[in-house]
C-alpha cells in the first residue's frame, strides 16, 4: 500500500470523495507522500476504505485537476512536484524555475522572420505587414509540459538561434546582447485549452489555461518583444504582493 491512512466520516455534510482527496492532498504537502511514489488502484483503495470505486475515482480526479497526481499508462497514478509558483516581475520563466530548483528544458517549435499581425505591430510600434522575428516555443519543467510562449520582436535587434533558445531563456539572450529590459506592459487572464493546446500540455480539451500577454521595453523606451503565453493553470501560480498606499 502506497499512501496515508485514510478515514472518512459518513455522518459528515462534506461529501467522502472530497474527504479523500483532502487527506491525500495534506500527505503530500506534508511530505509523507513524495515525488514518485504510486498510489494504489482505485479498486485497492476502494476495497481499503468500503467506498464505491466512482467515488474514489472522483477523488483521484480531483487530485488530478489540482496538479498533485497525474495518471501515466502503464506506470499507474504518481504523485508529482507541485505547481510552480512565479511572483509577477519583470523576469523570465526560463529562469525562474532554474532560480527554485526546477529543471527548465525548451522545445521550439517555430523560429522565422514573418508580417507582423495587426495586434502586435499596435503593441510594438511597428508598421502591421512589416518584418519580425516570432519564436513558439513548448517550456517544460522537470521533463513536465508547462507553458507555451509565443513572442515577436523587431528584425535586427538580436540574432536568435535554435541552440540559444533551447538552452537559454529570451531575456537572458537580450541582456547578452546588451539589452537592457526595464520595464513592460502586461495582462493577465484565463481561457479554456484548445483541442491542440491540451495535446502539448497534458491537459484535457477545456481545461482551465492562465495568460500572459506582455509587451518590454529597455532602457530608452524603445518595444523589444510582444509575448502571448499560456500556462497550465493545474501547474502553474502567479503571486502577486500588495501593499497599501
Not at 34 to 60: H, Y
Not at 205 to 228: I, K, N
Request: proline share 4%; net charge positive.
Amino acid at each position: 500500500m502506497t499512501g496515508p491512512e485514510i478515514v472518512v466520516d459518513r455522518s459528515s455534510p462534506v461529501p467522502l470523495y472530497f474527504q479523500v482527496a483532502e487527506q491525500f492532498s495534506a500527505a503530500i504537502q506534508r511530505g509523507e507522500l513524495a515525488p514518485g511514489d504510486r498510489l494504489d488502484s482505485e479498486l485497492q483503495l476502494a476495497d481499503r476504505l468500503g467506498l464505491s470505486r466512482p467515488t474514489v475515482r472522483q477523488a483521484i480526479q480531483h487530485l488530478v485537476d489540482k496538479g498533485l497526481i497525474v495518471r501515466r499508462r502503464g506506470v499507474g497514478t504518481q504523485v508529482i512536484r507541485g505547481e510552480v509558483r512565479r511572483a509577477v516581475e519583470l523576469t523570465s520563466l526560463h529562469d525562474d524555475l532554474a532560480r527554485t530548483g526546477r529543471q527548465p528544458s525548451t522545445s521550439v517549435l517555430e523560429l522565422a522572420t514573418v508580417a507582423c499581425p495587426a495586434q502586435v505591430a499596435t503593441a510594438l510600434g511597428v508598421t502591421a505587414g512589416s518584418a519580425v522575428q516570432h519564436l513558439r516555443r513548448l517550456r517544460f519543467a522537470d521533463g513536465e509540459p508547462l507553458a507555451v510562449m509565443e513572442n515577436w520582436l523587431p528584425p535586427d535587434l538580436v540574432r536568435l538561434t535554435l541552440d540559444g533558445l533551447q538552452s537559454r531563456g529570451l531575456y537572458a539572450i537580450l541582456r547578452a546582447a546588451g539589452l537592457r529590459v526595464r520595464g513592460a506592459q502586461q495582462r493577465i487572464g484565463a481561457r479554456a485549452a484548445t483541442a491542440a493546446e491540451a495535446q502539448m500540455l497534458g491537459e484535457r480539451r477545456g481545461a482551465p489555461l492562465l495568460t500572459m500577454t506582455r509587451t518590454a521595453y529597455d532602457d530608452q523606451g524603445r518595444y523589444v518583444e510582444h509575448g502571448a503565453h499560456i500556462y497550465r493553470a493545474s501547474r502553474y501560480v502567479l503571486e502577486v504582493t500588495v501593499a497599501e498606499r
